[in-house]
């Protein structure tokens, strides 16, 4: 009972304080591992500390903000005056580039106030082939990846980026992207040697005028010596006007009623439900509404009105579900509101309902 009765008041007042005072002190609280190798195995320093009280202390647990870093401390009490030593270990494999983790120990009153921290640099190691490239295509050509996203693709800029490749077979393979999409360009080598590597560029351009507006997303193959690889090349992106993000801060302006539209419990009925949000124009030109997505079978959102929305001025869209049409249970699905707005030319929102039985 007494025990209980101690342990409710320490952690009462680490609460109520966060952590406590050290009983002990340490040799150093700080050590520099300088440069190590990622592939050098792990790497180790011990930390000295010694009891300042008049009663013994006790080390329950020290613990590391990261995985990569562990310590191996004893458990024993440590008598008034008396050293003890805490040894931590980093392991740097997976982790290149600098470092810095902090040690937190915990002694039974709670969490010291100082925390260790061992830092350094890890040299990278040579990654092999199949790391380097992990995805198989088939025909013996490896890909670094297969999926990009480009993020915004404005009308009338080219957006580009790059797969890299490479022919782990022991002969010559013939290369060709079946690309069937105008506004996607891929420049790929025709042929690729054994052993050698490649760059497979493509760009995305969607015309001024275009009228694609919001996600955009392709599915194109590569081909080896004439046979669709394993896996296609996705590509993804979210269409926009071409804007000018130094532009008025007060040109178009889209600002929401809601962050989030919650439909809470619901039964899977035909009883379709519907939500609104006010989307206004806070700035001096007009706000032009270019699409509502809304990707769920069962969901639906529509604007009132005209999609062009004068300064100052405001319209609702109506988020409307049918629970019969969702799945049970909980259902989160994203609206997004593509705009003209330079700002934020892109607004996502939650919704979510539980479907009940």
């Given at each position: 009972m ?8 320490t952690?009462l007042?680490t609460a ?14 700080f050590?520099d591992?300088?440069?190590i190798?990622?592939?050098?195995g ?6 000295t ?6 009663e013994?202390v006790?080390i ?12 191996e ?9 008396s050293?003890a030593?805490?040894k931590?270990v ?6 290149p580039?600098?470092f810095a983790?902090?040690?937190?120990v ?5 969490p ?6 061992v ?6 190691r040579k990654k092999?082939v ?5 995805l ?13 996203s480009?993020g915004?693709?404005?009308h ?7 797969f890299?490749?490479?022919n782990?077979?022991?002969?010559e ?13 891929f420049i790929?080598p ?5 052993g050698e ?8 351009l969607?015309?001024?005028n275009?009228?694609l507006?919001?996600?955009?997303a392709?599915?194109?193959n590569?081909l ?18 071409s804007?000018d ?17 919650k439909f ?14 006010t989307?206004?124009?806070?700035g001096?030109?007009p ?5 509502l997505e809304l990707?769920c079978d069962g ?6 009105g ?6 100052g001025?405001?319209r609702?869209?109506e988020v409307?579900i049918?629970p019969?049409?969702?799945p049970?249970g909980?259902v989160?699905e ?14 996502t929102?939650r919704?979510?309902a539980?479907?009940?039985?």
């Amino acid at each position: 009972m007494k025990l209980m009765l101690k342990i409710f008041v320490t952690l009462l007042f680490t609460a109520f304080y966060g952590v406590v005072e050290a009983k002990i002190i340490f040799d150093t609280f700080f050590y520099d591992f300088g440069e190590i190798a990622e592939d050098g195995g792990a790497v180790e320093h011990i930390f000295t500390l010694r009891n300042t009280s008049a009663e013994p202390v006790v080390i329950v647990a020290v613990r590391s903000s990261c995985g990569c870093t562990k310590a191996e401390f004893s458990r024993k009490p440590i008598m008034p005056d008396s050293t003890a030593t805490i040894k931590v270990v980093f392991n740097p494999l997976n982790y290149p580039g600098a470092f810095a983790r902090k040690v937190t120990v915990f002694t039974a009153d709670g969490p010291l106030k100082e925390q260790l921290l061992v830092k350094g640099t890890v040299i990278p190691r040579k990654k092999t082939v199949e790391e380097r490239y992990p995805l198989v295509m088939g025909g013996g050509v490896r890909a670094a990846a297969n999926a990009h996203s480009f993020g915004y693709v404005e009308h009338g800029k080219v957006a580009l980026s790059s797969f890299e490749i490479y022919n782990s077979s022991a002969r010559e393979v013939s290369l060709a992207v079946d690309n069937p999409y105008s506004e996607l360009e891929f420049i790929s080598p025709a042929k690729l040697a054994a052993g050698e590597e490649a760059v497979i560029n493509f760009s995305c351009l969607l015309p001024e005028n275009s009228e694609l507006y919001g996600s955009l997303a392709y599915s194109v193959n590569l081909l080896v010596d004439g046979q669709k690889s394993q896996y296609p090349f996705i590509i993804n992106g979210l269409a926009i006007d071409s804007r000018d993000i130094n532009a008025n801060n007060r040109a178009q302006m889209i600002v929401l009623s809601e962050n989030f539209i919650k439909f809470g419990a619901v039964k899977r009925t035909n009883e379709k439900l519907v939500r609104r949000l006010t989307v206004s124009n806070d700035g001096n030109e007009p706000l032009v509404i270019r699409k509502l997505e809304l990707d769920c079978d069962g969901c639906r959102a529509r604007l009132s009105g005209e999609m062009t929305i004068a300064a100052g001025d405001n319209r609702v869209v109506e988020v409307e579900i049918n629970p019969s049409r969702l799945p049970f249970g909980a259902v989160v699905e994203r609206l997004r509101i593509v705009s003209n707005d330079p700002k934020m030319p892109v607004y996502t929102i939650r919704v979510s309902a539980i479907v009940e039985r």
